[in-house]
Nanobody, 117 residues
Framework: VQLQASGGGLVQPGGSLRLSCAAS?????MGWFRQAPGKEREFVAA????????LYVDSTKDRFIISRANIKNTVYLQMNSLKPEDTAVYYC??????????????WGQGTQVTVSS
C-alpha cells in the first residue's frame, strides 16, 4: 500500500488545516502520526476502513476530526483551533490500527504543519 499525503502548511494559532492521504489499497485502519523536532513520533488519530470506529489521542480529540472517503481510498484530518504545539511533521499511516508505531505497517511521506504567528 502506498500513501500520498498532502495539505500541510503554515497557519496562525487558532486557524484550521485539512490534511489528505490517498492510499493505493485498503487496510484495517488508516490514520496519522506526528513528530515534532526533538520528540518521538506521536499517535494523532485513526479510522477503521470498514466501519465508523475512530481513535484519537487526548490532546487532539476535541479539535481534530478524522474522516474517510471510501470510493477515493482517501482519509482526511480536519485540524481546528490549531496551537503552536501542534507544529510537527504529520505522517499518514495504514495498518492493523492502534495507538503505537508498530501497529502500522505502511507509512507515507511526511507533510509539515507549522502553527505560528
Amino acid at each position: 500500500v502506498q500513501l500520498q499525503a498532502s495539505g500541510g502548511g503554515l497557519v496562525q494559532p487558532g486557524g484550521s488545516l485539512r490534511l489528505s492521504c490517498a492510499a493505493s489499497g485498503s487496510t484495517d485502519y488508516m490514520g496519522w502520526f506526528r513528530q515534532a523536532p526533538g520528540k518521538e513520533r506521536e499517535f494523532v488519530a485513526a479510522i477503521k476502513w470498514g466501519g465508523d470506529s475512530t481513535l484519537y489521542v487526548d490532546s487532539t480529540k476535541d479539535r481534530f476530526i478524522i474522516s474517510r472517503a471510501n470510493i477515493k481510498n482517501t482519509v482526511y484530518l480536519q485540524m481546528n483551533s490549531l496551537k503552536p504545539e501542534d507544529t510537527a511533521v504529520y505522517y499518514c499511516v495504514a495498518g492493523k490500527g492502534g495507538f503505537y508505531v508498530y501497529e502500522y505497517e505502511y507509512w507515507g511521506q511526511g507533510t509539515q504543519v507549522t502553527v505560528s504567528s
